[in-house]
């Protein structure tokens, strides 16, 4: 969520405008006609989901326990309803599991955006495998209007096994490392992002999107129609002795720009190959 733009949604159902085309400038004559151009536009779909997770909670440890459980429980409830955002926003297939959302690793690979998604070198299909230059290539493909904002997107064992192994075999003396301090999560000057909701595994990756290099920002959109709502009832589980809680929001993703088959994206996967 928070590398993604999120738009409030003033109604269930909205279209948000997209930049399609820019102005063009020509190079003229003096007293010479100046071609006419205009900015092009075109609409991104926002309908709103509901999100909702339930639990409960005993009385006697609403009563005895030394920390508030039911603020817990929401806040627990809160960090779910984000994984479920970020495993739809990755890895929806458009089913119901995901809300009926596509997610990015979904759409890259379908064969409509193969400019931004760049194979590894033959036989690099496991995370062990990937090398310096499978990272220089998906950075080389990256627009350069997506650059300022770029940052890597990966699991931990990726970041571990990948990057972390990749610096480490560059050898050198860190800051970090002289001063007993973590190392900072970056690579080449870029950031790196840890979502688990991106493969984990250690084993066979092929044909599958590994990690991303670019601005997610510039790629999707997530509405929010209503941020999560928090209930509480004491009769919904009455016969237990129990406490109900709810939460729910309504949101949407929509994956809207990932280039296409001739024009890479603002967001590059590298593929396992």
Same mark, same amino acid.
Request: proline fraction near 3%; include cysteine.
């Given at each position: 969520?928070? $590398?993604?733009?999120?738009?409030?949604?003033? !109604? *269930?159902?909205?279209?948000?405008?997209?930049?399609?085309?820019?102005?063009?400038?020509?190079?003229?004559?003096e007293?010479?006609?100046?071609t006419?151009?205009?900015?092009?536009w075109?609409q991104?779909?926002?309908?709103a989901?509901?999100?909702?997770?339930? !639990?409960?909670? !005993?009385?006697?440890?609403?009563?005895?326990?030394?920390?508030?459980?039911?603020?817990?429980?929401?806040?627990?409830?809160?960090?779910?309803?984000?994984?479920?955002?970020?495993?739809?926003?990755?890895?929806?297939d @458009?089913?119901?599991?995901?809300?009926?959302?596509?997610?990015?690793?979904? +759409?890259i690979? $379908?064969?409509?955006?193969t400019?931004?998604?760049? *194979?590894?070198?033959?036989?690099?299909?496991?995370?062990?495998?990937?090398?310096?230059?499978?990272?220089a290539?998906?950075?080389?493909?990256?627009?350069?209007?997506?650059?300022?904002?770029? +940052?890597?997107?990966?699991?931990?064992?990726?970041?571990?096994?990948?990057?972390?192994?990749?610096?480490?075999?560059?050898?050198?003396?860190?800051?970090?490392?002289?001063t007993?301090? +973590?190392?900072?999560?970056?690579?080449?000057?870029?950031?790196?992002?840890?979502?688990?909701?991106?493969?984990?595994?250690?084993?066979?990756l092929?044909?599958?999107?590994?990690?991303?290099?670019?601005?997610?920002?510039?790629?999707?959109?997530?509405?929010e129609?209503? @941020?999560?709502?928090?209930?509480?009832? @004491?009769?919904?589980?009455?016969?237990?002795?129990?406490?109900?809680?709810?939460?729910?929001?309504?949101?949407?993703?929509?994956?809207h720009?990932?280039?296409?088959?001739?024009?890479? @994206?603002?967001?590059?996967?590298?593929?396992?190959?």
């Amino acid at each position: 969520r928070q $590398n993604c733009r999120v738009v409030p949604m003033g !109604s *269930d159902s909205m279209t948000i405008p997209r930049r399609a085309g820019g102005v063009t400038a020509y190079w003229v004559g003096e007293n010479a006609q100046i071609t006419e151009s205009a900015k092009a536009w075109d609409q991104v779909q926002l309908s709103a989901k509901k999100l909702a997770a339930l !639990s409960r909670l !005993s009385s006697e440890l609403a009563e005895d326990a030394v920390m508030n459980i039911a603020d817990d429980l929401a806040q627990e409830m809160a960090y779910a309803f984000a994984q479920a955002e970020d495993a739809a926003g990755w890895n929806g297939d @458009g089913t119901s599991t995901y809300g009926g959302i596509t997610g990015v690793r979904t +759409k890259i690979i $379908n064969g409509s955006y193969t400019k931004s998604a760049i *194979d590894a070198a033959s036989n690099h299909d496991t995370f062990a495998e990937i090398d310096a230059n499978d990272l220089a290539s998906v950075m080389a493909a990256l627009p350069k209007y997506a650059e300022r904002n770029a +940052k890597w997107y990966c699991s931990q064992p990726c970041w571990a096994m990948v990057f972390q192994r990749l610096i480490a075999a560059a050898g050198g003396v860190t800051v970090g490392e002289l001063t007993g301090g +973590k190392p900072t999560r970056s690579y080449l000057g870029y950031p790196v992002v840890i979502d688990q909701t991106l493969p984990t595994v250690l084993t066979d990756l092929s044909d599958v999107a590994m990690l991303f290099f670019g601005d997610l920002s510039m790629a999707a959109r997530l509405g929010e129609r209503r @941020g999560i709502t928090v209930k509480t009832s @004491g009769d919904r589980y009455f016969e237990y002795d129990q406490m109900g809680v709810q939460a729910t929001e309504r949101v949407d993703i929509n994956v809207h720009d990932l280039g296409s088959t001739s024009v890479a @994206g603002p967001l590059i996967a590298l593929i396992g190959e």
